[in-house]
């Protein structure tokens, strides 16, 4: 019987094992075919992520859509919509709705700190960002306070703090594109272009991270020519 336990846990920790790896796509095909409903939400959340903040809306759209029918936090699908909103120009209902955002400690304050950016109070918004760590319960909810904080010390003109933070998660979470982002953002703010265009580059290239992202590399490219 102790046999068979350590084959189920074996089998069961693989979609956790690709996932730490930064392979998400096998990774959710693992968490299906180990019928890990809570696993299968975590990716399909991970990629609603990256699709806004690519601005791919309506991938991100199609994936909302989706997780409705899943057991997930009423308030991550208002959170969604309300970004959804602000991509397609909606930015006094998107702001109102993320400052108003009924949901549990972490994702009311992470609402809170993009409401802020939104409105254009990056200091604002990084003082409710470094907050939403504080109460983050899971290391991928701490990623995604400290990519936006990331993203809101670059608005700030705290390049320093800003590249630090998107270094650290870079090297922290493999397959993770965007703090790749962040840091080019941060090194084309001061003035190190060169440097810039060659971390997107090599996000652009490399095939360890999704076409998603890869994408907005070369569009990151292409408007910093």
């Known amino acids: 019987m102790h046999f068979?336990?350590?084959?189920a846990v074996i089998v069961l920790s693989e979609g956790s094992r690709l996932e730490s790896e930064g392979d998400f796509t096998a990774a959710g095909r693992a968490y299906y075919g180990e019928g890990d409903i809570a696993g299968e939400v975590r990716i399909l959340c991970r990629y609603v992520e990256e699709s806004l903040y690519s601005g791919n809306t309506l991938h991100a759209f199609d994936l909302v859509s989706q997780l409705e029918n899943m057991p997930l936090e009423r308030g991550c699908i208002d959170f969604w919509y309300a970004r959804i909103a602000w991509s397609?120009?909606?930015?006094?209902?998107?702001?109102?709705?993320?400052?108003?955002?009924n949901a549990g400690p972490?994702?009311?304050?992470?609402?809170?700190?993009?409401?802020?950016?939104?409105?254009?109070?990056?200091?604002?918004a990084v003082l409710l960002l470094s907050g939403s760590m504080d109460l983050a319960s899971s290391r991928r909810q701490k990623f995604y306070s400290a990519l936006d904080l990331s993203f809101a010390l670059v608005s700030a003109g705290r390049f320093e703090e800003a590249s630090e933070i998107a270094a650290l998660l870079a090297d922290g979470f493999p397959g993770e594109g965007l703090p790749l982002v962040a840091l080019a953002l941060s090194m084309h703010a001061q003035g190190d272009y060169g440097r810039a265009m060659s971390v997107l580059q090599n996000l652009y290239s490399s095939a360890g991270y999704s076409f998603i992202t890869r994408h907005y590399a070369r569009s990151m490219m292409e408007d910093m020519e």
């Not at 972490?106 to 604002?124: C, I, Y």
């Open 4 to 7: 068979f336990m350590m084959i």
């Open 88 to 101: 397609c120009g909606l930015s006094e209902y998107a702001i109102e709705s993320l400052s108003s955002l």
């Open 106 to 124: 972490w994702l009311k304050a992470r609402a809170s700190g993009l409401s802020a950016q939104f409105r254009g109070d990056a200091e604002e």
